[in-house]
């Protein structure tokens, strides 16, 4: 069965410190692999998706960047976090009709 | 573009109730419709998968149907217990390419002792 890990599961960070989230996958292979962002008492939006290796689409323009180096591992990253940043980011994969969601990162932005 | 919107926004019921959570979207070309349930500060469970050709689905004490013509989506939770508090949320899947699940902003449920 399919597992997604996220790390760390909470970060606080100072405006304007740079930002790196870690998502990987096991038990599928080339999979569609996601990030949403939560804002409190709201819903899912989404930020990027990769259907594989560099191959990236954003939703909406932000200060935020996503990448993925290998097929198991997505990461979100920004040079310079801002307030509105501050969220529960969740990693997810997408394949054929279901989805299923990492643990998530609470990240507070100071 | 399509819009997902899930009514009541926040339901406490007293424990033992049936309850229903609604779903509306506005583009009814959707490959499936997933129920999810989010614990706070946790990741998201799925609980219900309709693909578009179907009309419901059924888990235990859940029914979830699917009206795709109209927009509409409905999850039916028998028998609530406290253990069932929880957000939940409605999301679904274009029928394009792009493999997009597109979210409600949920219904925050509270059942009552």
Known sequence: SQTIHQWPATLVQPVGSPLSLECTVEGTSNPNLYWYRQAAGRGLQLLFYSIGIDQISSEVPQNLSASRPQDRQFILSSKKLLLSDSGFYLCAWIGGAVGIFGPGTRLTVL | ?113
């Open chain 2, 1 to 113: 573009k399509q819009e997902v919107t899930q009514i009541p926004a926040a339901l406490s019921v007293p424990e033992g109730e049936n309850l229903v959570l609604n779903c509306s979207f506005t583009d009814s070309a959707i490959y499936n419709l997933q129920w999810f349930r989010q614990d706070p500060g946790k990741g998201l469970t799925s609980l219900l998968l309709i693909q578009s050709s179907q009309r419901e689905q059924t888990s235990g004490r859940l029914n979830a149907s699917l009206d795709k013509s109209s927009g509409r989506s409905t999850l039916y939770i028998a028998a609530s217990q406290p253990g069932d508090s929880a957000t939940y949320l409605c999301a679904v899947k274009e029928a394009d390419s792009s493999y997009k699940l597109i979210f409600g902003s949920g219904t925050r449920l509270l059942v009552r002792p």
